[in-house]
């Protein structure tokens, strides 16, 4: 197998290790790490540490001949095994071979009778020469299985941080671009080559990350759908599209495809490991849940929003209803009965009855305009035409459509001299001073005066409609411009609870500010601030 | 109260609102036709050749503005428009184009009758002589004076041709750009707007005893301004 390289990438894994567990984990591996030669793999060939196990034999045999006089030959024969055994833990077959043999003939020539020899001249030391060799290579094997499932397990305990750090990232963020990201960031690192990712979107699979270094053009984007499409991998080292030089693989949930990773060979026939190959299936695995998690987070969201929304439409819609049918039902109610009992009543009751209609037709004209208004202000309808206007003919407008009322309540109008022209949009503010105005009326008893200020403040022009009314309590000044908001007044005249909202939005569409203020002697003093300086567009 | 034989030609598409509109004026003794589309409407005013034509703007097909402008190729015929609040812009291009008045729907009768009368009075003053009375104002248009009671007003020549051209068209709403161009007729001006603004205050400053109520020079926001004349409700006037 081409891509059969062994276990030498691995060691190359980032450990991303931060917890205590995993560092106590790792401090043991390093003294097995010493004893097992789990090290550096580079010097893993088939005649390491045979020199040395050359020289631990001749060592042996020097030490040996200088303590003879004390312990008998044959006995030595424990120390060349010792040294046997050492040469199995810490190197491998070939070091025990070696050492095995030269420790048995270097035994055999030294402190074997007849000495200077290799004749053997008893039985008893052949049985020990053959045990040396036995144990040495026992001791071997037993030795290079137990270092292979070190260094496997070395392998998962990567693999597993890597997973470990690459889940942790996943779990971190919500949003796609996060996803991407870490993707991109774990991938890079671990597998050591280009990747790019691709996510479906409306236009079709678009690129949303491509390492710098990797080409991708309109036949890698061919490839890629494909994959999309079918759900298979694709690319190089497989039978579909073989000619590209990147392998892409679907991001898959199930049925459910959510995107393409691809990944760059080095070169034409450099595909990755085995081992790596299947951590690569698992990131693909984590990263398909994650893109899976953070759509149906975002369609939440939505969902969410459309709620909220529902609730607003239905609030509405009752209060429409309510205020649109009230009125509706009287003026029906009118009508019918003047239809069907008009011989029944007398003129002087017919032409209350028809009063009483026309009223509340008026009423309901107005809460259509109103919702016309609020709709404009809503949907961005609303242009304001800003015009250098006189303060005096503004309030002179209003105060004439204002009509009946404003003649039979008095009304105070104190406008400092020497105002300069504004620009507004006469048309608008008009209808901001008839709503503010109509509030102050419905809401002061018959002989508490209204007024209107207008005056220069900070650089602005101040318009306050005054009156003293019940007023506003404390904590509803701001709410009162919220839409379909009323204060909670038994007894109170009927509204819609748009006209303030609408004011609102009139004036922060000519760039001003409204507020509510409490009075101090009781009533309610409504202030709107607007720009001098016409608004640059 | 009534007006024998003036012929009013009611154009709206809307059935309801000719009814309506038909029983009231015939009530009030004027004759009345009815066309229902722009274009109806340009083929009967030739045929009725009414005294005064009241013209819903939304209508389908050839709208109000257009209607106005064509009529007004070869008649004056005074035009009152039928609007509703949301024709802002087609109302001014329609009294741009040269209708006299509007009406914005809903209205009552007796606003109807009221307007209706003013603008026949209106035409058939037209030719009334130099010195225009209403109120505590006089107009001397001959001698070129005005009075406030017994006091004389001093006016820049601006203020007086913008007051010449209210006396004029007493009572019919002037938009803006129509009184820019009776006034400072053709000559192009950074910001006319403005110009015309602070003429009107100062003109009002001059002549009306509280600018926030104004007796005479009254705003139509977004339109125009009129002259609002002060004068006893009488006879309809017959013929235009």
């Not at chain 1, 080409?215 to 579909?240: H, I, L, P, R, Y």
């Not at chain 2, 034989?5 to 029983?23: K, Q, S």
């Not at chain 2, 006034?183 to 509280?210: F, T």
């Amino acid at each position: 197998m081409p891509d059969e390289v062994p276990s030498t990438a691995v060691p190359n894994l980032p450990t991303h290790v931060s917890t205590d567990e995993e560092s106590s984990a790792r401090s043991e591996f390093s003294w097995k790490d010493r004893v097992l030669q789990l090290g550096d793999a580079s010097t893993d060939s088939w005649w390491r540490g045979v020199p040395t196990s050359l020289a631990i034999a001749g060592l042996i045999t020097i030490l040996g001949l200088w303590i003879e006089p004390v312990i008998r030959g044959p006995n030595l024969a424990i120390f060349y095994m010792l040294a046997v055994v050492f040469s199995a833990v810490r190197w491998g077959q070939w070091a025990v071979i070696i050492n095995a043999i030269s420790s048995a003939f270097l035994f055999d020539y030294f402190f074997v009778l007849p000495y200077r020899s290799f004749v053997i001249g008893d039985v008893w030391y052949l049985i020990t020469l053959v045990g040396l060799l036995t144990v040495g290579l026992i001791v071997s094997a037993l030795m290079v299985a137990t270092r292979e499932e070190a260094r496997a397990a070395r392998r998962r305990e990567m693999r597993v941080s890597a997973l470990y750090s690459f889940t942790q990232s996943l779990a971190s963020g919500n949003e796609f671009d996060q996803i991407l990201d870490a993707v991109a960031r774990h991938c890079v690192e671990i597998f050591q080559r280009p990747i790019v990712v691709l996510l479906p979107a409306a236009e079709g699979l678009i690129v949303r990350f491509a390492s710098a270094e990797l080409v991708f053009d309109a036949n890698e984007n061919k490839t890629a759908s494909w994959v999309f499409e079918n759900g298979q991998e694709a690319g190089c080292g497989t039978a579909s599209f073989s000619g590209s030089r990147i392998r892409y693989r679907p991001l898959k949930t199930g049925p459910d495809i959510v995107g393409v990773i691809g990944v760059q060979t080095k070169g034409s026939k450099d595909l990755l490991p085995p081992d790596q190959r299947e951590l690569l299936g698992i990131f693909l695995d984590q990263t398909a849940l994650a893109l899976t998690r953070a759509d149906l987070a975002k369609k939440a969201k939505r969902a969410e929003v459309l709620q909220e929304a529902d609730k607003l439409h239905r609030a509405l819609l009752n209060s429409v209803s309510h205020n649109l049918r009230t009125p509706l039902a009287s003026v029906l109610g009118v009508l019918n009965t003047i239809l069907e009992d008009a011989s029944l009543l007398d003129v002087p009751t017919q032409q209350s009855l028809l009063k009483t209609a026309q009223g509340e037709a008026k009423q309901l004209d107005w809460l259509v305009q109103n919702l016309l208004d609020m709709t404009r202000i809503e949907g961005g309808a609303i242009r304001v035409k800003a015009e250098p206007c006189d303060v005096h003919d503004v309030v002179a407008a209003a105060l004439r459509q204002l009509g009946e009322s404003a003649r039979s309540h008095a009304i105070l109008v104190t406008i400092a001299p020497g105002l300069p022209l504004v620009p507004m949009d006469d048309v608008l503010m008009v209808q901001v001073l008839v709503n503010l105005l109509d509030n102050a009326l419905k809401y002061s008893s018959a002989d508490a005066p209204v007024e209107i200020r207008a005056s220069l403040a900070a650089g602005q022009l101040e318009i306050g409609i005054l009156d003293r009314g019940r007023g506003i309590p404390e904590g509803e000044l701001e709410r009162v411009f919220d839409k379909f908001y009323r204060v909670a007044v038994p007894g109170a005249p009927r509204g819609s609870g748009l006209g303030l909202s609408i004011c609102k939005g009139f004036v922060e569409a000519h760039n001003g500010r409204i507020l509510a203020k409490r009075r101090t002697e009781g009533g309610t003093e409504i202030a709107v601030f607007l720009p001098l300086e016409k608004r640059r567009e | 109260m009534s007006s024998p034989g003036l012929r009013v030609l009611i154009v709206d598409d809307e059935a309801g609102i000719r009814g309506f509109l038909r029983a009231s004026l015939e009530a009030h003794g004027y004759s009345v036709n009815e066309a229902s589309t722009g274009e109806e409407a340009l083929q009967v005013v030739p045929a009725f050749r009414p005294d005064l034509i009241l013209l819903d703007l939304g209508l389908p097909g050839v709208g109000g503005k257009q209607v106005t402008s064509c009529l007004r190729e070869w008649t004056q015929t005074p035009i009152i428009i039928l609007s509703v609040q949301t024709d802002e812009s087609e109302k001014i291009a329609a009294l741009d184009a040269g209708a006299d008045d509007y009406l914005t729907k809903p209205f009552g009768s007796g606003e109807l009758l009221a307007r209706i009368r003013a603008t026949t009075r209106r035409i058939g003053q037209q030719d009334s002589g130099p010195v225009f009375v209403t109120g505590d104002l006089t107009v001397d248009l001959a001698g070129r004076a005005v009075r406030l009671g017994d006091k004389e007003v001093q006016l820049t020549p601006t203020e007086y041709s913008l007051l010449k051209a209210f006396v004029i068209h007493a009572n019919k709403l002037l938009t803006h750009r129509q009184l820019l161009r009776e006034v400072w007729g053709g000559a192009h001006y950074e910001d006319p707007q403005h110009l015309l603004r602070v003429n009107i205050n100062n003109l009002r400053r001059k002549l009306e005893a509280d600018p926030a109520r104004p007796r005479y020079i009254i705003t139509e926001p977004g339109v125009g301004y009129r002259l609002k004349t002060e004068q006893h409700v009488s006879g309809a006037p017959s013929g235009a």
